[in-house]
């Protein structure tokens, strides 16, 4: 008695979050807006941009000038035999003005690889966000698949329990054997499980997007789309040669590259001199800032040249040479991997294009098949048997229909995001204008 208690007020419980809970409608184009807003993957590529971005500011900063200030003060004191201490102050104020000249190329190196880093950030961010939209397509087009599996069972419930009622009533009549009525139970009570399962397929589906949107797991969501196809024009090569021209992660390779060309002439730079000008005002007494303190100032030029730095600089520098040709074989890697992603995506849509055609035609003779099987049961020429294999085969043809649908879609979604489908930076237009 407990025990149901308990289960009563858990059940009334949920039923009253359910009626105060808003219920979100949602097509795909509003959970991809959700997502490219609210997911966390992108904010923390957002913050690397931003990150890239100071760097990049920081290094633009170290060729202009810069104004120091020193200040130093002390007191003391001296005594001789039989005479007392006698104390004196002794401050100095000093205020420096410095301007790089010469660094071997390094300062100017070191700009061109921030800014080539800061282009591989806005690049890398693009590539993030599609990221997100195949994650929200995938998931979104999992929520219906989930639903239409949940209606599938739904029917094969009405349909066992349609057939049930009449081996009940024939069985009654004496046409039947009770066998008949404890394998359509047995059939029965399966498809109902099987409907358990495809709901808690589909609350899994649910929290899935909830969780890549930005939503709290357990938001109810509306989602009133229905899964369709169309046939998809483009041929394999156009889809290949777009995917090169517009991948983001391709050409933030080749950014890196750049940034890695930039690394090797910064290490060069330590074989050259360096040259500063400095200009200084200094002003000192036995009083921080009387009048009648002693003042100077100087202007010169500083070059600093390391003759020898036993192997240091050579080092460093075909450790870049080799980061260099690694960034190069990444990127000719890369470009395989997309011809591979874009072929591998494209035969996977076009299998489920011809799948969707099939499993059409499957689904129709199976519904005649199972239609007839009744008759034939009803009849007294068939058996129960007959019926309940036709039903499982319908069960299942409707099954394949609808798996066909969701690998098109997702197929579809995988395709342009191994193309590079622009959301917000259309990368050939963004390279252009950084060269």
Same mark, same amino acid.
């Given at each position: ?43 923390? #590529? ?21 104004? %120091? ?9 001296? =005594?001789? #035999?039989?005479?007392?201490?006698? &104390? ?5 104020? =000093?205020?420096?003005? %410095? ?20 282009? #591989?950030?806005?690049?890398?961010? /693009? ?24 209606? *599938?069972?739904?029917?094969?419930? &009405? ?15 004496? *046409?039947?054997?009770? #066998? ?17 399962? +495809? ?26 789309? /229905? ?88 080092? %460093? ?11 190069? =074989?990444? +990127? ?50 068939? &058996? ?22 969701? =690998? ?28």
């Amino acid at each position: 008695m407990k025990k149901l208690l308990i289960a009563l007020m858990s059940l009334a419980a949920s039923v009253a979050y359910a009626a105060d809970s808003e219920v979100i409608s949602l097509n795909l184009a509003e959970s991809i807006d959700l997502a490219l807003k609210n997911n966390q993957s992108i904010a923390q #590529s957002m913050e690397d941009r931003e990150v890239a971005r100071w760097q990049y500011k920081n290094a633009r900063r170290q060729s202009g000038p810069t104004l %120091s200030y020193n200040f130093s003060g002390r007191r003391y004191g001296q =005594s001789a #035999s039989g005479r007392p201490m006698e &104390t004196d102050n002794d401050f100095n104020n =000093s205020l420096t003005l %410095s301007v790089p000249i010469y660094h071997g190329g390094r300062l100017h190196n070191q700009r061109k690889q921030t800014l080539y880093a800061l282009d #591989s950030a806005e690049l890398s961010l /693009e590539d993030t966000k599609q990221d997100i939209k195949l994650q929200t397509t995938q998931a979104y087009y999992e929520i219906l698949r989930c639903r239409d599996m949940m209606k *599938v069972r739904e029917e094969e419930i &009405t349909a066992l329990q349609e057939h049930l009622n009449k081996s009940t009533i024939r069985y009654k009549e004496g *046409v039947v054997a009770k #066998s008949d009525i404890l394998a359509s139970t047995v059939s029965l009570a399966d498809a109902k499980q099987n409907y358990v399962t +495809a709901r808690g397929d589909y609350e899994k589906s649910l929290a899935n997007l909830n969780n890549i949107i930005g939503l709290p797991t357990d938001t109810p969501l509306l989602i009133s789309d /229905e899964m369709n196809s169309t046939t998809y024009e483009p041929t394999e090569e156009s889809c290949i040669e777009y995917a090169l021209e517009n991948r983001p992660d391709y050409f933030s390779a080749e950014y890196a590259i750049k940034q890695a060309e930039a690394a090797i002439k910064i290490a060069e730079a330590g074989r050259k001199p360096t040259v500063d000008a400095s200009i200084s005002k200094a002003a000192e007494g036995d009083r921080i800032f009387k009048s009648d303190t002693r003042r100077d100032w100087q202007a010169g030029l500083t070059l600093q040249w390391n003759i020898f730095d036993n192997g240091v600089t050579s080092a %460093s520098v075909n450790e870049m040479r080799a980061r260099l040709k690694k960034s190069q =074989s990444v +990127a000719a890697q890369l470009g395989d991997s997309i011809r591979l992603e874009v072929h591998n995506a494209y035969i996977d849509l076009r299998t489920a294009e011809e799948n969707i055609s099939t499993t059409q035609i499957a689904v129709a003779r199976a519904e005649e098949d199972y239609h007839l099987a009744q008759i034939r049961y009803v009849e007294g020429v068939g &058996t129960n048997l007959e019926v309940i294999d036709a039903q499982e085969k319908l069960t299942q043809a409707r099954t394949n229909y609808f798996s066909a649908l969701y =690998s098109y879609h997702v197929a579809k979604a995988t395709l342009e995001k191994a193309m590079g489908v622009p959301i917000d930076l259309v990368v050939p237009d963004y390279i252009s204008e950084r060269r």
